[in-house]
Every structure is written in structure tokens, then in C-alpha cells.
């Protein structure tokens, strides 16, 4: 959810003033990937394949995915994916995975406590093992993964950015953060979506955290 929406006539102008803030090249680089997606999110047959395309990425990473129609009530219960999502939300998912210690792989939403889609959530908040910084910085972490990942596919970017708040505090802090959190998820090496699905990657996040 949008925390202050960005009336449509007005949201080139603050991209602009975003990508102003940024200085460090990498992180307008990766900030103009992002732009040039479509804002909108995907429907019927586009939005399928997208969908499809990131079950693909998940089984890649070493996600299981449950049947459609499962409903387990989670995004992640533990042990596999809600391949019913739409494919923003499995991105993120798969984001998580990849940077989760493997003992919290084994945890409800990743030991991170109930997500927006979560409903059983009093057993997710039992599995909550991060403390609220932490989780924060997951959650960064995650978000802005997802979203480059989208990128690189060519999916709806852009709406995820936005609908992310990653625009939020656009004349404060907000250019600051998003290079910040490209910063780490780069020196964790997974920017780069094909390295995403290796094993090698899942390795250097393990002994990194």
C-alpha cells in the first residue's frame, strides 16, 4: 500500500527529483532499469506469464511451490512457496529465500512475522526469531530485489517501487536509502537475477550473514 499516492500528473516530475538525489552511479543505473518499466501492474495473459516465469526463478533458488489451490495460509510456510501469488509477490518471496540462513528457511514468512498476505498470523508471530531492526532491514533488502529482479525481466517494475514506498520521504532520506540497501544486496552478489538461481550465491549469502 501507497503511504502518500503520487497523483499520476505528478509522478514523472518526482522520478525526476528522485533520480536528482542520486549520486553514486550504480544506484541510477540500477534506479533507470526501474524507470523504464510501466508503473501499471500486468493483467490476464501478461500477468500469467509473468507468474509463470517467476515459479520458474523460485524452483531455480531451491523453493518448493505448493499445488494451485492449496492455500496454505502463508507465502511461505516453511517448507514451500504460495504459487497462487502474483508474480511481484513470489519475487519477493524468492528474495527472501535467498537471503535467509538456512535455519530460518525452515520458519513461518522466514521468522519475520506475519506479511500483508498472511493469515494464520499468530503462528507466524510465533515463529518470529529477527528483531524489528532486523526485520527492517530484511524486508529493505527483499523489496528492492524483487523489484530489480522484476526489472530484469521486464515486469511492472515500477509499480512495485512505487507501491513499496520506495518514494517515500522523496526530499529527506529516500534516495539515500534505496542506494544504501542496493549497496548491500550488491555486495551480497544478487543483483545480478541469473546468479540468483546458483548455488554458489546461496553459499556466499550463508557465510556473509
Known amino acids: 500500500m501507497i503511504l502518500t499516492p503520487i497523483p499520476p500528473e505528478r509522478l514523472e516530475a518526482a522520478l525526476d527529483r528522485f533520480a536528482a538525489q542520486l549520486e553514486d552511479p550504480a544506484a ?3 534506479f533507470a532499469r526501474i524507470r523504464a518499466t510501466s508503473p501499471e501492474r500486468a493483467s490476464g495473459a501478461a500477468a500469467e506469464a ?9 524452483r531455480a533458488c531451491g ?3 505448493h499445488p494451485p489451490g492449496a492455500r496454505p495460509g502463508f507465502n511461505w510456510d516453511g517448507t514451500a512457496l504460495d504459487g497462487d501469488a502474483e508474480a511481484y509477490v513470489i519475487l519477493h518471496e524468492i528474495a527472501h529465500f535467498v537471503l ?3 535455519e530460518r528457511r525452515r520458519l513461518v514468512d522466514f521468522g519475520l512475522g506475519p506479511g500483508p498476505d498472511t493469515t494464520e498470523r499468530a503462528r507466524a508471530e510465533r515463529d518470529a526469531v529477527l528483531p524489528i531492526l532486523a526485520r527492517e532491514a530484511d524486508e529493505a533488502a ?12 521486464g515486469q ?6 512505487l507501491d513499496q514506498n520506495w518514494l517515500e520521504g522523496l526530499d529527506r532520506s529516500a534516495a539515500a536509502h534505496f542506494a544504501a540497501v542496493l549497496r548491500r544486496v550488491t555486495e551480497l552478489g544478487l543483483v545480478d537475477l541469473p546468479r540468483a538461481a546458483t548455488v554458489k550465491a546461496q553459499r556466499s549469502i550463508r557465510e556473509m550473514r
Not at 509473468?50 to 523460485?58: F, K
Not at 527483499?142 to 522484476?150: D, K, Q, T, V
Not at 511492472?156 to 517501487?161: C, D, G, T, V
Request: hydrophobic content about 65%; cysteine-free.
Open 28 to 30: 541510477r543505473a540500477a
Open 63 to 65: 523453493m518448493k511451490v
Open 156 to 161: 511492472p517494475a515500477l509499480a512495485s517501487f
Open 142 to 153: 527483499a523489496s528492492l530485489l524483487g523489484i530489480l529482479w522484476e526489472a530484469a525481466l
Open 100 to 102: 535467509a540462513r538456512p
Open 50 to 58: 509473468h507468474r509463470q516465469r517467476a515459479l520458474a526463478l523460485a
